[in-house]
């Protein structure tokens, strides 16, 4: 028995252990949850679909694979060329937890701005696509 199992086991009655549940809400963040795959590979499988299904989930992977590179990479650099305050700064957790915080505030952000950033970068796409 490995030592997780056991420490489940003596230290929660089984009916009190439930695992934690992702909070993303979009149907292309549960399919990349349940698959495993990345927003490129489910843009390359949407973009196979669409012949079959409409251009729906290949919009919807497209701006969400657009948002994310983008929103992203700019987080980073954000995060990189700013210093830590003098004050208020959350310590090793901050550190620690700062990944995740950025990965929801991609997620909004780019939830926010997808008829903006991405819906022109799409038309483009699908005009490429058809020459």
Request: proline residues 6%; glycine residues 6%; without cysteine.
């Amino acid at each position: 028995m490995s030592a997780l199992s056991s420490l489940q086991s003596s230290s929660l009655p089984s009916s009190a252990y439930q695992p934690p549940m992702p909070s993303a809400t979009s149907p292309l963040s549960a399919a990349k949850r349940s698959s495993g795959l990345s927003n490129f590979e489910l843009l390359s499988q949407a973009s196979d679909a669409e012949t079959d299904t409409g251009e729906e989930p290949l919009k919807e992977a497209f701006s969400e694979f657009v948002g994310q590179t983008l929103f992203g990479s700019l987080l980073s650099t954000m995060r990189q060329s700013v210093g830590k305050p003098a004050y208020f700064h959350g310590g090793r957790t901050e550190e620690v937890f700062q990944q995740q915080m950025d990965q929801h505030l991609v997620e909004s952000i780019s939830e926010a701005s997808a008829e903006t950033v991405a819906e022109p970068m799409f038309e483009l796409f699908q005009m490429q696509r058809r020459a």
